[in-house]
């Protein structure tokens, strides 16, 4: 199936550092969503984009959306020990009219932020 | 709120046992989904249900797999025969609405383990 893919795999930065993931899409999207997961817990909404938008912020984080080459970005500003987890970007590619509810999600980024 | 139920956390069975995940979606929320996590293949939706009707099993491996939503409150995930392959963590999500610009909640997951 299509699936999201996270750039990079792995991504280790110290505190205070910015913090930048990359998710990689197929085929056209109407939505695209960013989540966390923390080891051993279940997935956190983070933020939505739709696809006629480019860029939202939300506190420390922004994430971009460029549909003519099917990424999306997720940047933490001023990175914490806090903000160690898995990252993953889900979208509604593949998705017809009567399936407009699934949610696609990557394999995901996951950031080590050093104290 | 207390956010998504779900139970066991744990669970250890040997090949062969009917394994029963349970799930208590937020109250109010319409819609309900089952994942399961792996190493290898991410995080893949298994079925979604509705209004607890099911909507989309596409995702359900094999008739070893089933599930059902008696009521608003409740679903369960049920694997009979456990095989070690089933070996994953399983995740229950809900949401408001159906839509794929609707933020998931998900439940902390069970981890499970077949011998």
């Known amino acids: 199936s299509q699936q999201g893919e996270e750039d990079p795999q792995a991504l280790s930065i110290q505190e205070g550092e910015n913090a930048t993931m990359n998710c990689s899409y197929k085929t056209s999207i109407n939505n695209l969503q960013w989540y966390r997961q923390n080891s051993g817990r279940g997935l956190v909404h983070l933020i939505l984009i739709r696809s006629n938008e480019r860029e939202k912020h939300s506190g420390r984080l922004r994430v971009t959306l460029d549909t003519s080459k099917k990424s999306s970005s997720l940047l933490i500003t001023a990175s914490r020990a806090a903000d160690t987890a898995s990252y993953f970007c889900a979208t509604d590619q593949g998705n017809s009219g009567g399936s407009n509810y699934k949610l696609t999600f990557g394999k995901g980024t996951l950031l080590t932020v050093n104290p | 709120d207390a956010g998504v139920i779900q139970s066991p956390r744990h669970e250890v069975t040997e090949m062969g046992q009917e394994v029963t995940l349970r799930c208590k979606p937020i109250?109010?929320?319409?819609?309900l989904f089952w994942y399961r996590q792996t190493m290898m293949r991410g995080l893949e939706l298994l079925i979604y249900?509705?209004?607890?009707?099911?909507?989309?099993d596409s995702g359900m491996p094999e008739d070893r797999f089933s599930a059902k939503m008696p009521n608003a409150s409740f679903s369960t995930l049920k694997i009979q025969p456990s095989e070690p392959r089933d070996s994953a963590v399983y995740f229950c999500a809900s949401s408001l609405l159906a839509g794929s610009w609707e933020t998931q909640y998900f439940g902390p997951g069970t981890r499970l383990l077949v011998l």
């Open positions: 109250s109010g929320h319409n819609s």
């Open positions: 249900f509705n209004n607890n009707v099911p909507i989309d």
